[in-house]
């Protein structure tokens, strides 16, 4: 047993080596019974004493050490009616570590699945159609739509009187020649066009408006999903139709019937370039 003492004894006249040689269990009995017998008259070198088995106990538990002698087992049980001055727990072997973390993992994609059902409601809005979530590019042009479309002054940044001067500014921005769908047909005219912060770049929004007042948006922006079929996200009275093509998601957002809605969007699909026909 090393210590950092430096006194070579103790009060009552205690030797350090033979309390050393005490405490690692290598005095004869008789030795051991009076170094006892002078412990207990002696307050403060029994107070020492009782430190330094403490930290013995906690190498030892640290270091994973075996018990090697009767002497150590005998001694282990004096210490026992001594008071404790360190508690060491050791770790728990990887097998089990690795095991309760398999367990959570388990019940995480349990409560996953128990969930996914309800995600429409817990979110507010719901989605159809193959795919799970949609992407965030149809989530943000719903939002776009909501925060805009009630804007009777200022709903677009640039005026559809502007229209030349607002598709080359978006094009430029968006990094790709854009065009805007004419929507004529269903009776809804261009009020204008504003640009928009995207999930990892630029996005544009074009705002058309019918006669009684009623809004759609187009929302444009560079995606890296591959899919193509059209998917719908409801929120509330509003409908998002979305798609993907040629590297850029689109989504049409509005409050009208979903069968409309669909009709305008496969229209617009085609008027980008997509081919909705395969999609259907």
């Known amino acids: 047993m090393n210590n950092d003492d430096h006194d070579s004894s103790l009060p009552g ?18 030795e051991r019974a009076a170094v006892e017998a002078q412990l207990r008259e002696h307050p403060q ?42 508690v060491v727990r050791r770790p728990a072997p990887w097998w089990q570590r690795a095991g309760i973390a398999a367990c959570w993992l388990a019940a995480g994609a349990g409560l996953a699945l128990a969930l996914g059902p309800l995600a429409p409601r817990l979110t507010g809005g719901a989605w159809s159609g193959l795919g799970g979530q949609p992407p965030s590019f149809a989530e ?11 804007e009777r002054r200022h709903p677009v ?3 559809a009187s502007e229209e030349e001067h607002l598709i080359s500014w978006l094009s430029k921005r968006l990094n790709r020649p854009l065009s805007v769908p004419s929507l004529q047909e269903y009776g ?39 899919e193509t079929a059209f998917r719908l996200l409801r929120d509330g009275n509003r409908r998002t139709f979305y798609w993907v093509s040629d590297g850029m998601g689109y989504a049409l957002s509005g409050p009208i019937a979903e069968g409309k809605l669909r009709s305008i969007a496969v229209e617009v699909c085609s008027a980008l370039g997509g081919k909705p026909e395969a999609w259907q």
């Open 13 to 30: 006249g205690l030797d350090l080596r033979a309390l050393s040689a005490f405490i690692d269990g290598e005095l004869p009995d008789a």
């Open 45 to 86: 070198a029994a107070a020492r004493v009782a430190a330094w088995r403490a930290q013995k106990a906690a190498l030892r538990a640290l270091c994973g050490a075996p018990r090697h002698s009767e002497a150590d087992a005998r001694h282990e049980r004096n210490e026992a009616d001594e008071p404790a001055f360190i």
């Open 140 to 150: 943000r042009a719903d939002i776009a739509y909501a925060v805009y479309t009630p």
């Open 157 to 159: 940044e640039v005026a």
């Open 188 to 226: 809804y005219s261009l009020v204008g066009g504003r640009l928009l912060p995207g999930e990892a770049g630029p996005a544009a929004q074009f705002m058309y408006e019918n006669q009684s007042g009623a809004r759609l948006t187009l929302y444009v922006t560079g995606s890296a999903r591959d």
